[in-house]
């Protein structure tokens, strides 16, 4: 079949590992029935706490795991009939680093290159290199002085890999993973690990990658910053399940009111009944400590918080005012935090 609009489509894709640690019978799916789609030129990111089941989506997504249930489809093909066909439009960034060490980030890009075929026209084409080598060869090395140039690893390419700092690893795989020009780059949690600084130049880098060269990009993430500021629109993930799917704004908009945290000495939960008598607080929620409440106008309010709580005798150690974020919408539908 020929390739859609579409750069992504899932039906109820559901995924049951054999064996589970589990009782068979009471087993829940890694993946239970996802779907969602994603156009041609997104930046597309699922959003969940570890174990959610991201890491398998991807896996299925690009044919390294079957699923037990449901269909998708990448770049217009099917990933359980047309691997091959799938496996040629897209490019990879594993959560593990993959490189070879022991080569400079050239020969790195250049193996890869060379697997791929980039140079001889069709990319699934992997023959020998007898007819017109120069010239593959020319192609080749102009693409990887462009992608080097992209993640700004001009001047480190020809040092060994093992002497890059973890940052400079990272862009290297990224630069590996859409050297071949694929249609969709796969990046599963492609700033793990990394300090804030490294991680806005990757975010930026990605962005600028899929403005430049139109490549869809789906990726996973347990950061809410990232995918905030990284994506078009984010599917957040818990427990196998979309919980809820929408650009980050519209995903905010659901929470709509200002926050407050309150942190209490001596926490020890049930304190519903004293802020609800606030009649301003439209929301009440227990967590990790802290009380969080939820109106218009936090700003004005927060002196009025405060002295409810002296009247009953509460010791508030922090007050935190903030406008809601992705984890706040995590908060809501699931009452967990993303980072445990
Ligand atoms: N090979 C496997 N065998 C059995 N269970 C697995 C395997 N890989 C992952 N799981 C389980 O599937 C669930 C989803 O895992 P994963 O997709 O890695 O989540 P995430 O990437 O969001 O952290 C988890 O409960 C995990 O323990
Ligand atoms: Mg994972």
């Known amino acids: 079949m020929k390739a859609k609009e579409r750069a992504i489509e899932v ?19 890694a993946v239970d029935r996802v779907s969602f ?11 969940g706490p570890n174990g959610a089941g991201k890491t398998t989506v991807i896996k299925i ?18 990933v359980s009939k047309e691997k091959d066909s799938v496996r040629r439009s897209i490019g990879i960034v594993f959560q593990e680093p993959s490189l070879d060490w022991r080569l400079t980030g050239r020969e790195n890009l250049d193996f890869h290159a060379r ?3 980039v140079g001889q026209g069709d990319q699934g084409d992997q023959g020998g290199e007898r007819r017109g080598s120069g010239k593959r060869r020319r192609v080749r090395e102009e693409r990887i002085e462009e992608v080097l140039k992209l993640v700004e690893l001009e001047e480190k390419a020809d040092e060994v890999v093992d002497k890059y700092s973890g940052g400079m690893k990272r862009r290297l795989e990224i630069a590996r993973g859409f050297i071949h020009h694929p249609k969709v780059l796969f990046l599963d949690e492609p700033t793990l690990g990394l300090d ?18 139109g490549l869809t990009v789906v990726l996973t993430t347990h950061q809410m910053e990232e995918a905030d500021y990284l994506c078009g629109r984010v599917g957040i993930i818990d427990r196998g399940r979309i919980i809820s799917l929408d650009t980050p704004r ?11 945290s309150l942190e209490l000495e001596e926490n020890s939960g049930g304190y519903e009944e004293v802020f609800k008598r606030l009649d ?37 150690r922090s007050v935190n005012l903030r406008k809601p974020s992705l984890e706040d919408v995590f908060l809501q539908f699931t009452g967990r935090r993303i980072r445990e």
Do not use: C
């Open 61 to 78: 997504l690009t044919t390294l795991l079957k699923p037990t249930s449901g269909t998708a489809r990448v770049a217009g093909f099917d």
């Open 11 to 29: 039906r109820g894709l559901t995924k049951r590992y054999r064996g589970s640690r589990s009782a068979a019978a009471t087993t829940a799916a």
């Open 115 to 117: 697997i791929y075929g």
């Open 250 to 260: 519209n995903l905010k908009d659901l929470i709509g009111s200002d926050l407050v």
């Open 37 to 47: 789609s994603v156009e041609a030129g997104e930046i597309f990111a699922l959003l």
């Open 196 to 213: 804030t600084q490294t991680r806005r130049r990757i975010w930026d880098f990605i962005k600028e990658l899929n403005a430049r060269e």
């Open 280 to 316: 301003f607080v439209t929301e009440f929620r227990e967590h990790d400590g802290f009380v969080t409440l939820k109106m218009e106008r936090g700003d004005l309010r927060i002196p009025e918080i405060l002295e409810a709580a002296r009247q009953e005798g509460l010791e508030v």
